[in-house]
């Protein structure tokens, strides 16, 4: 295998995901090392909050990154890295869990969701990632609690809509306008931080 | 600018295409909506990336270095197991003349024996220690056309999630090609990993990259494939795997 290097010394923190991806497909797997100390925080954290166990989410970190090796799924055309890291980590970790109501729905929705953000991410988002993460916790704490459950349960534990409704003993239709509601106040939120 | 043909509750009906709590005529018409009107596609993609966000808000937690380590040892082909430093000492005894040369031989030769039994003694070590784990899989490996003097062996441990595989006579690969191994279930083929024997008894071990090469209904294969070529079996069929 032709050894890996950056043009022009380049140092790793410069180098854009596009970059990184295309040297991987190329057959230069070091570049995983790079993907994986820019992503494999958001991968292991997601993982561990779904499953609750330390050596599950290992588990789960590792699948991922070596199918994103393996399979070369992801289209940089199509979305970020992060999108797409994500994406499939909570689809994988709700197989595991055996969501079984929610499971075809969510590998049916797998590709649209993966085509949302298609922007590729640059050195200079990651630079900002940290701030990116606190105007979405601030956003959030700026939505209603009821609407903040709901959106949590939804995603985290990948509960339907009539299921969030039994556990949390409301009305569906509640569970229906809160979660709505509260995606288009975050959306809205984040936008005015954007602006 | 929002086109007047929209409804009052446009974005409350994509908030719950992203959510997927629509019925079938909803996402129709929010599906007809997409092909018409570009300020929608552009919106459920703000919502769907909102969504995409959600996780973003935990506080990090990074995985212990091991997860790296394992995840680069899945990736990169496996290192030669077998040193052979013979030729320095050969040429070392060459230089005492000819007199000496039939016991420098007699070294060698006694010195390969040793490093060869060596090796047994190491692959027949691994082997029991993976035999010693009650889930491990045994498969013993027979040759295709391609190669059909190649024997082997091959042991998967679904807890360490390793793969050990022992073989014989099977040609070692030029640097840009390796042997791939493929567990096959229904009829996907699944990267288990890689390596290229060294000699003509040799063994290697890694750590399986799909935990789905652990299952029990599965077949195993083995190819050669050149090393930068993505992990799809393309090359030839050389080993096959009975259990």
């Not at chain 2, 908030?15 to 552009?42: F, H, I, M, R």
Request: hydrophobic share 40%; charged share 20%.
């Amino acid at each position: 295998m032709a050894p890996f290097s950056t043009p022009d010394s380049m140092p790793e923190s410069k180098i854009s995901d596009r970059d990184l991806i295309n040297r991987l497909w190329a057959g230069h797997t070091e570049a995983l090392a790079i993907l994986y100390d820019r992503y494999a925080s958001l991968v292991y954290t997601l993982a561990l909050r779904m499953l609750s166990n330390p050596a599950e989410a290992e588990d789960l970190t590792q699948e991922v990154f070596v199918n994103f090796w393996q399979r070369r799924q992801y289209d940089p055309d199509r979305g970020s890295v992060g999108s797409y890291l994500t994406t499939y980590t909570r689809s994988r970790a709700l197989d595991r869990l055996r969501v079984s109501s929610g499971r075809a729905n969510i590998l049916q929705r797998f590709q649209r969701i993966t085509a949302a953000s298609s922007r590729s991410a640059t050195p200079f988002d990651h630079a900002s990632q940290q701030e990116d993460q606190q105007q979405l916790r601030a956003a959030l704490a700026q939505i209603p609690d009821t609407e903040r459950q709901v959106l949590e349960i939804a995603y985290f534990q990948g509960l339907s809509q009539s299921q969030i409704s039994e556990k949390l003993g409301i009305p569906l239709g509640t569970v229906k306008s809160r979660s709505r509601q509260g995606l288009l106040r975050l959306r809205d939120l984040l936008r005015r931080h954007q602006a | 600018m929002t086109s007047p043909s929209l409804p009052e509750n446009w974005r409350t009906l994509l908030a719950g295409y992203v959510l997927n709590d629509l019925d079938a005529e909803e996402v129709a018409l929010v599906d007809q909506w997409l092909s018409q009107y570009p300020e929608v596609t552009a919106e459920l993609d703000a919502l769907q990336a909102t969504w995409n966000r959600i996780p973003e808000s935990l506080p990090i937690e990074p995985p212990p270095p091991l997860v790296r380590d394992r995840i680069l040892a899945a990736v990169t082909p496996a290192a030669p197991a077998a040193t052979t430093p013979a030729r320095r000492w050969s040429w070392g005894l060459v230089g005492f003349g000819l007199g000496w040369a039939a016991t420098a031989l007699a070294l060698i030769v006694v010195w390969q024996e040793n490093q060869r039994l060596r090796l047994a003694l190491r692959q027949t070590e691994a082997v029991v220690a993976s035999f010693s784990q009650p889930a491990s899989r045994l498969y013993t490996l027979t040759g295709t056309d391609v190669e059909p003097q190649a024997s082997g062996r091959l042991v998967i441990d679904p807890n360490d999630r390793t793969a050990l595989v022992t073989t014989t006579d099977l040609p070692t690969l030029s640097s840009r090609e390796v042997y791939r191994l493929w567990a096959i279930a229904d009829g996907d083929p699944i990267y288990c990993g890689e390596f290229n024997p060294q000699q003509p008894q040799d063994f290697n071990q890694w750590a399986l990259p799909d935990l789905a090469c652990g299952d029990v209904d599965v077949q195993m294969l083995i190819t050669a494939e050149r090393s930068t070529d993505p992990p799809v079996p393309a090359g030839d069929l050389v080993m096959e795997g009975q259990s």
